[in-house]
């Protein structure tokens, strides 16, 4: 397990995380969200030892001292990989790939590095030199080098950032499923919503270098503690309660995310449509009701100033009521 205690640090007086304490289990995959400047390649590059922090991090029971005590900067049986790929310019993209292999057994060496290049869809640039990649291509580079002796723990600063969707999502399944086949702890700071949803076991969700929430991916989503928990996964609906419940006071809010509001023939819930966006297999519709702005998902498109009715389901807003 690893745990982190207490853990503060800041780069001049400014404290940038703040008494973060957390413990992730042997071979979990954890993304942490948040938005842009919260902390998150801070934590990580703290947990990997690169930061002089106040509090305690352990691997095992065993403490991790940080930087005063690793004359090389990182801990042995962790890989960091930051958002820069450091990657070795005029070496190839295999040469980069097998660096830290040992050359003892070159037979061996080459299975692993086409082992590795075929895992992240590189193979038929093996022989290109890395500093003719493009961005994309060096960070999938850079993955492959960093599973290249799988670590115990593995630390991911936003890892797919610079590869196109059409990579990604293919990529990103290759990669989470070779890296818990090999039990592999796995923390990944991420913008992107699907690593936090589809492929972790815990999600931390951080704000101005606090930890906001914790807890299994499907907790955050459903039962996330305030708005920006929810937003971090995408579109969100932040309602005054007595908008839509009877009997709740203005300063009591709902959550409620754009697909969990429907469209009806009639009733107490008049709408007026602002605008619709086509976003593919639905439009995301902005409404006005009793001036509040809603956003719904509706699988036509609606013109402006179209009068619609909406339905909320009762149970999922009395869950959401804050
Ligand atoms: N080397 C540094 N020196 C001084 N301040 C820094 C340094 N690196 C980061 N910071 C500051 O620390 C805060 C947290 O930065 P950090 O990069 O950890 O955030 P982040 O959540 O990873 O952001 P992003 O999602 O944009 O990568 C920011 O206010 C940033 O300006």
Redesign the pocket.
């Known amino acids: 397990m690893l745990r982190v205690k207490n853990l503060s640090f800041?780069?001049?007086v400014?404290p940038?995380?703040k008494n973060l304490s957390f413990n992730i289990s042997k071979g979990d995959n954890v993304s942490?969200i948040?938005?842009?400047?919260?902390?998150?390649?801070?934590?990580?590059?703290s947990i990997y030892g690169l930061h002089h922090v106040d509090g305690k991090i352990f691997w095992k029971e065993e403490q991790l001292l940080g930087p005063n005590f690793n004359i090389v900067p990182g801990e042995d049986f962790m890989k960091y990989l930051a958002?820069d790929f450091d990657l070795m310019p005029p070496l190839s993209v295999a040469e980069n790939v097998g660096k830290y292999l040992s050359n003892m057994y070159p037979r061996k060496k080459q299975q692993r590095v086409n082992e590795l290049l075929e895992l992240v869809e590189m193979r038929e640039l093996a022989r290109v030199k890395a500093r003719m990649l493009s961005g994309g291509q060096q960070q999938r580079v850079a993955l492959a080098r960093v599973l290249a002796k799988p670590p115990e723990v593995l630390l991911l600063?936003?890892p797919f950032s610079h590869i196109d969707h059409f990579r990604k999502n293919k990529l990103r399944r290759n990669l989470f499923s070779h890296l818990r086949k090999a039990g592999v702890t796995v923390i990944v700071?991420t913008?992107d919503s699907t690593d936090a949803l589809a492929f972790a076991d815990q999600t931390i969700a951080?704000k101005d270098?606090r930890i906001i929430q914790m807890g299994r991916p499907e907790e955050l989503y459903n039962h996330p503690k305030n708005a920006y928990v929810a937003s971090l996964f995408g579109e969100v609906n932040e309602l005054p309660a007595s908008l839509i419940l009877k009997n709740q006071a203005a300063r009591k809010k709902i959550i409620i995310y754009p697909h969990e509001v429907h469209l009806t023939d009639g009733g107490t819930f008049k709408a007026k449509v602002k605008s619709c966006f086509f976003k593919g297999n639905h439009f995301l519709t902005q409404v006005e009701m009793d001036g509040e702005e809603i956003l719904l998902e509706s699988s036509k498109e609606l013109t402006k100033n179209k009068i619609v009715y909406l339905s909320f389901n009762p149970e999922l807003l009395n869950a959401r009521l804050k």
């Open positions: 800041g780069y001049e400014k940038v995380l942490i948040g938005a842009s400047g919260c902390g998150k390649s801070t934590l990580l590059q958002q600063d936003e700071a913008h951080m270098g």
